[in-house]
């Protein structure tokens, strides 16, 4: 595969649902759009991250993209198959993991596990080896290999799903959350897996994700949905120059004090001794200027969440990025 094949190809993707709603006896059938119109194309050796507020049509698309929903408009060509009609071929080529569920036997130890998902994916059994050696070593299962998957901590469960879902050397692999739940080291050992995972073998990747550690550590690219449209699509500093939204510092005081008046900030909440600076100028002048002219005992400084920027984006500021990525109105 070349640097430049088109592994995901979405033209005017949509998926609909027919719905009952309204009280008993009175229920009327209604069409819910949960993706409507969506363009993408994802190129081979990319990471990108799929972005959207809950309920804007991620998981419907990812159900698309892995052939379980047949879309009711548009094309979509995953590694140049039909998804919903190539369900079992596309399997031998993509790896999905849902970071809320497992597809490993509660019961059975997690090399056991993985022997079963040889045998799904018709894994030959030397190919097997070398694969679960070299996974093995990157993601340190060593240590668990052997303990029932029930018995597992979420992190170490995550691990194996990984493993369960790159196996057969899939092209594609395709996360829901892979990190929800985990703690900060579980968390980076995954991103810095994922990350040698796409440089060494040049595996494309696309993950949804409410984290913005996973985004700023893993995606070059972010593709925002909203109601079920695309509304952006590029780089993650273009999403946030965009729309600019405020850094927060917040103050603890020596002693509680009116509202600070602090060049390149505005307070919008006091609390006893604490403050809450919505910052317009660089974190460093303001901290130092608050610093000279009041006595602090701790500073906090919270970047937006990847949820504060996409919700901006839906308050109507969205503009077009200076590196040319784009930004629709959803
Ligand atoms: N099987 C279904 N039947 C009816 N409506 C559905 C079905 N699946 C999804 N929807 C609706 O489609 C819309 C998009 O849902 P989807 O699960 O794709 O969103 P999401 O972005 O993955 O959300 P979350 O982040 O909460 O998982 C929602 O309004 C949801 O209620």
């Known amino acids: 595969m070349t640097a430049h094949d088109t592994v995901v190809e979405a033209?005017?993707?949509?998926?609909?649902?027919?719905?009952?709603?309204?009280?008993?006896?009175?229920?009327?059938?209604?069409?819910?759009?949960?993706?409507?119109?969506i363009d993408l194309t994802v190129r081979s050796g990319e990471i990108v991250g799929y972005l959207g507020p809950n309920g804007a049509g991620k998981s419907s698309t990812m159900k698309m993209l892995t052939g379980i929903l047949t879309p009711t408009s548009g094309s979509l060509r995953v590694l140049g198959m039909e998804p919903s009609r190539r369900r079992t071929r596309l399997a031998r080529r993509i790896g999905v993991v849902f970071g809320q569920r497992t597809t490993l036997w509660w019961d059975l130890p997690l090399r056991d596990s993985l022997e079963l998902a040889r045998h799904m994916?018709?894994?030959p059994a030397a190919d097997h080896a070398r694969r679960l050696?070299?996974?093995?070593?990157?993601?340190?299962?060593g240590p668990f290999l052997d303990t029932p998957v029930r018995r597992l901590s979420l992190g170490q469960r995550m691990r194996g799903d990984l493993t369960a879902a790159l196996l057969h050397g899939p092209d594609l692999l395709v996360l829901d959350e892979p990190t929800i739940g985990l703690d900060v080291v579980s968390k980076s050992a995954i991103r810095e897996f994922l990350l040698r995972l796409n440089t060494e073998e040049g595996t494309t990747i696309l993950l949804t994700t409410h984290d913005l550690g996973d985004v700023e550590r893993l995606c070059e690219r972010v593709v925002v949905i909203d109601r079920g449209s695309l509304a952006y699509d590029g780089s993650?500093?273009?999403?946030?120059?965009?729309?600019?939204v405020p850094r927060v510092l917040t103050v603890d005081l020596a002693v509680p004090a009116p509202a600070l008046?602090?060049?390149?900030?505005?307070?919008?909440r006091v609390e006893g001794?604490?403050?809450?600076?919505?910052?317009?100028?660089n974190p460093a002048a303001v901290i130092a200027r608050v610093t000279r002219d009041h006595g602090v005992t701790d500073l906090t400084l919270r970047e937006p969440d990847i949820e504060g920027v996409v919700a901006a984006l839906y308050r109507g500021s969205a503009r077009t990025g200076a590196d040319g990525?784009?930004?629709?109105?959803?």
Do not use: I, K, N
């Not at 990525?325 to 959803?330: Q, V």
């Open 261 to 268: 008046e602090v060049e390149g900030a505005r307070c919008v």
């Open 121 to 123: 994916y018709r894994v």
């Open 273 to 281: 001794p604490r403050q809450w600076l919505e910052l317009s100028d």
């Open 133 to 141: 050696g070299r996974l093995t070593e990157l993601l340190e299962l």
């Open 236 to 244: 993650l500093d273009g999403l946030r120059a965009s729309m600019p």
């Open 325 to 330: 990525t784009r930004s629709l109105s959803g």
């Open 11 to 37: 033209r005017g993707l949509g998926r609909d649902f027919t719905v009952s709603e309204g009280p008993f006896l009175r229920r009327r059938r209604c069409t819910v759009s949960a993706v409507h119109g």
